[in-house]
């Protein structure tokens, strides 16, 4: 059977992966990596695949989100994890990694793939058919070539994140649906508000306030500031402000009538639906640089929110990203151009393990359409087709880069209130349908190749 040549931009986990991948099915790849070329202000080395920020891919246990992917993962072959499992350090169940280990393992198992061809020059163009992961330390050069294909909201530059928290842990006994001045009303409903709405009393307000201003904040790396502008300020530096200025910004009470009292709170934090099955609610205006304990500390002491699950915490970092769900195909290419696709951080995912398992899903469907069949995506019952979902059907006027979580997924047929036995149940039904979608599309390519 004849091979194409396929183009790979971006030697870090995705690219690496989709190389790798790809090679494996009978692919004669060329990975460009501009490192050390043009060196990035994140990276140290110029080995394939270095970690620049954390050493840990995150907890195995199915019963987590990140655990769960990684099992899929497996399921469909990931080199990266079995890399990782080569350098893996003690870290209780989180795969926790000697990061120069697994850099050099993944560097010698591509660069002496015999298929694998790795040529380090930037690259300023989009390849006709090749897979573009350089992740959010994209250079200047490549993204003016992606904002030319996709135009000028095609591509982000800055994170400003928010909180997501899951329906169910939200207390309906407190929190309120309504939209200011009724205006708004939920997708395929005549009268409920689009907005979920958390009133506070004066006295909720002061404590909050004073909550947050003594939090301890994130310090980011050189290569991660952000130049704060309206439309990205942190929730606390608003705040600095005045004590006022929140209530009279993100969280003005004006409109908005709590139904038990009658009357306009002192102040109401809203949240927005994130998703069309309505499990992920994201807390409007609330993009912070608040460490993770201090998110949970002072976010729960909103009203309805004593309980909350986070699903997302807040960010506010550099990351160069693609408006996925406004710009690409489902299977995440140019719309014009189907084997022109993308992969990584660079399609609005966060985090190791989802980027990995995106240059694995693009190695499938570019073999796919270079062997003249359709493009495939796992269901939204497992952890990457829900991943898969968000980046294709999330709103592109609020997108914003999602990790994986099991908000995202399919709900099951039947209510379980325990939350672990939910999460068991889930990830069963998740691994059975991924191992029967990669036997019905995967592995036929695999046998071709064996042949």
């Known amino acids: 059977m004849p091979r194409s040549r396929v183009q790979i931009v971006g030697g870090g986990l995705a690219g690496s992966e989709a190389a790798f991948q790809l090679a494996e099915l009978g692919y004669d790849v060329v990975l460009h990596e501009m490192r050390p070329v043009r060196g990035t202000e994140a990276h140290k080395t110029d080995r394939l695949a270095e970690l620049v920020c954390s050493n840990t891919f995150k907890s195995t246990e199915v019963t987590n989100a990140h655990g769960l992917l990684k099992a899929e993962m497996r399921l469909l072959g990931s080199m990266i994890l079995r890399a990782a499992d080569e350098a893996r350090v003690a870290a209780g169940s989180a795969l926790g990694v000697d990061r120069d280990v697994f850099s050099e393992t993944v560097h010698r198992w591509v660069t002496s793939h015999p298929r694998i061809t790795v040529v380090r020059e930037e690259v300023t163009a989009l390849p006709e058919v090749g897979i573009v992961a350089t992740g959010p330390l994209t250079s200047d050069a490549l993204a003016d070539a992606i904002r030319a294909s996709l135009g000028l909201d095609g591509l982000a530059f800055y994170d400003a994140i928010a909180p997501i928290v899951g329906r169910e842990s939200i207390d309906d006994g407190i929190v309120f649906r309504a939209s200011r001045y009724g205006k708004e009303t939920m997708e395929g409903a005549d009268t409920e508000g689009a907005y979920l709405n958390c009133p506070f009393t004066r006295e909720e307000y002061d404590a909050f306030l004073d909550a947050l201003g003594t939090a301890d904040q994130f310090t980011a790396h050189e290569f991660d500031k952000v130049p704060y502008f309206e439309g990205c300020m942190p929730v606390e530096e608003i705040a600095r402000r005045g004590r006022d200025t929140l209530r009279f910004g993100p969280m003005k009470p004006v409109g908005l009538v709590d139904p038990r009292t009658g009357r306009e709170a002192y102040a109401v934090a809203q949240l927005r639906m994130e998703d069309r099955a309505g499990q992920m609610w994201n807390l409007v205006g609330f993009q912070t640089r608040l460490r993770i304990p201090e998110q949970q500390r002072v976010f729960r002491m909103i009203p309805g929110l004593a309980g909350a699950e986070f699903l997302r915490f807040g960010s506010i970092h550099r990351n160069s990203y693609l408006n996925s769900p406004g710009a690409l195909s489902p299977h995440l290419a140019l719309r014009d151009a189907p084997t022109t696709m993308f992969a990584g951080q660079l399609t609005g995912v966060e985090g190791y393990t989802e980027s990995t398992a995106t240059g694995i899903l693009a190695a499938i469907n570019m073999a796919r359409q270079l062997e ?64 029967r979608w990669r036997d019905a599309n995967v592995a036929p390519q695999r046998e071709v190749v064996a042949r």
């Open 372 to 435: 003249g069949d359709e493009v495939v995506i796992p269901p939204p019952t497992t952890m990457l087709g829900a991943l898969c979902r968000y980046l294709r059907e999330a709103d592109p006027k609020h997108f914003q880069p999602m990790n994986a979580n099991f908000g995202l997924m399919e709900e099951l047929p039947q209510r379980v209130r325990d939350k672990r036995v939910k999460r068991e149940m889930l990830a069963e039904r998740a691994l059975g349908e991924m191992a």
